[in-house]
């Protein structure tokens, strides 16, 4: 069973930057960030597979948004720069035992994390 906790949420300026991350336990395929706003459905933002390292992106943050793992691959992050007030969400760290697909839907990941709040003013 994998576990997942991220960190790193808060609010930041419009064109500012953060840093998510998500420690896991256990073995993963596949890990992604997902976002949800208030009042609409959870989105993939980025996916990454573990072994090997292939990423995927939203359109929405493609050039600002960066995924990646640490070397040992238990830390997931989320570089977010240039930040937008449309970038309010939730944020939740995935797991997922396939690497297959790109980022895909919410229903594809067995494993989350309780989420990490991120606030973007204008």
């Known amino acids: 069973q994998v576990e997942l906790v991220e960190s790193g949420g808060g609010s930041v300026q419009a064109g500012g930057s953060l840093r998510l991350s998500c420690a896991a336990s256990g073995f993963t395929a596949k890990m992604a960030w997902f976002r949800q706003a208030p009042g609409k459905k959870r989105e993939g933002v980025a996916a990454v597979y573990t072994d090997g390292g292939t990423t995927y992106y939203a359109d929405s943050v493609k050039g600002r948004f960066t995924i990646s793992q640490d070397g040992d691959k238990n830390t997931l992050y989320l570089h977010m720069n240039s930040l937008k007030p449309e970038d309010t969400a939730m944020y939740y760290c995935?797991?997922?035992?396939?690497?297959?697909?790109?980022?895909?839907?919410?229903?594809?990941?067995?494993?989350w994390g309780q989420g990490t709040h991120v606030t973007v003013s204008s």
């Open positions: 995935a797991a997922s035992q396939w690497a297959t697909g790109g980022i895909r839907s919410p229903a594809d990941y067995a494993a």
